[in-house]
């Protein structure tokens, strides 16, 4: 790893030949996922099924960076950050452990780990958006108190050993991975025995007139933010193009039963229309 200003930390894209932390997809272990409508047709020019997924995303989160913070605050009324909060919550820190936050975007997570009082090491493939975590954290206002880092990485193939991290978060990113199973199994991989695992994400909700509904925003409200902030109603019509195509709340908790975890759990705010999934790593010998 090289380090860079501002406490950046810059990985390669693909990891070195007989990496023995590298994981082939898609993940072995899980053997269902509901949910997913694979056959839906694509219309977005960022939501690419296949190899060039990653690429599309890339393109996607270098577009919207400088603007990412300022429109997940009017999109989500503000909300987003009580779903952040309740995460961090759930994970309850404990003093001397570390935590690793995956998609780490502009930091909100990392930091808000880091304020109570934990290391925390945000992950993230976008440079643009490590830039803008990289500014939080040179000014003071991320009020951490215990060290925060930035990698530039992977989260499909995340450049850490087993078992290094006691708290496993990802916000709003599992369902941007072209094989989101293979980052669940990842996010399994690093974990702790006895590690927790979250993930916040858009949600489908149960009732389909609220799924409805909810879909509808998405549809007619969200890109008109793209368009206006970004020049592209294509960047935040991406949510809905990628959240049909992902599994969501049930499927997640689903592969997380598959994969032993324990404890596993959904919360859904708003009626599904977002949601936390945890999970425990079990000790071993449990
Ligand atoms: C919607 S943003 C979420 C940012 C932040 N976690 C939050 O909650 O506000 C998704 C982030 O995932 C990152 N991302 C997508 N695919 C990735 C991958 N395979 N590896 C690492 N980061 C990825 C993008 O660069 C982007 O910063």
């Not at 909100?108 to 490590?130: C, H, N, Q, T, W």
């Not at 830039?131 to 995340?158: E, W």
Request: proline letters at 7%.
């Amino acid at each position: 790893m090289t380090p860079q200003r501002g406490g950046i930390f810059f990985i390669p894209r693909s990891n070195p030949p007989g990496n023995p932390h590298f994981v082939a997809g898609p993940h072995p272990v899980i053997a269902s996922a509901p949910g997913i409508c694979q056959n839906s047709p694509v219309t977005n020019k960022f939501y690419a099924p296949g190899q060039s997924r990653a690429a599309r995303v890339n393109d996607l989160f270098a577009a919207i960076a400088p603007r990412y913070d300022l429109i997940n605050d009017l999109q989500s009324f503000g909300l987003h950050r009580h779903w952040k909060r309740r995460l961090v919550r759930l994970a309850a820190p404990r003093t001397g452990e570390r935590a690793l936050d995956l998609c780490s975007g502009t930091g909100d997570l990392a930091f808000a780990l880091a304020r109570k009082g934990i290391a925390a090491v945000g992950l993230d493939f976008s440079e643009p958006m490590l830039a803008v975590a990289r500014k939080r954290l040179q000014s003071s206002s991320s009020g951490s108190t215990r060290p925060v880092s930035f990698l530039r990485g992977d989260a499909s193939r995340i450049p850490f050993a087993d078992a290094s991290f006691d708290i496993v978060t990802i916000g709003y990113g599992l369902r941007n991975l072209a094989d989101w199973q293979m980052g669940l199994g990842e996010m399994n991989r690093v974990a702790r025995p006895g590690g927790r695992l979250l993930a916040l994400e858009f949600g489908k909700p149960d009732n389909p007139l609220w799924r409805k509904i909810y879909f509808a925003y998405l549809r007619l409200c969200v890109p008109l933010f793209g368009r206006l902030f970004c020049g592209d109603a294509d960047t935040h019509g991406y949510i809905l193009e990628s959240l049909s195509h992902y599994t969501a709340q049930n499927g997640v908790a689903t592969a997380m039963r598959e994969l032993g975890l324990r404890n596993v759990r959904i919360l859904n705010f708003l009626g599904g229309v977002m949601s936390i999934n945890y999970g425990e790593k079990p000790r071993t010998g449990t």
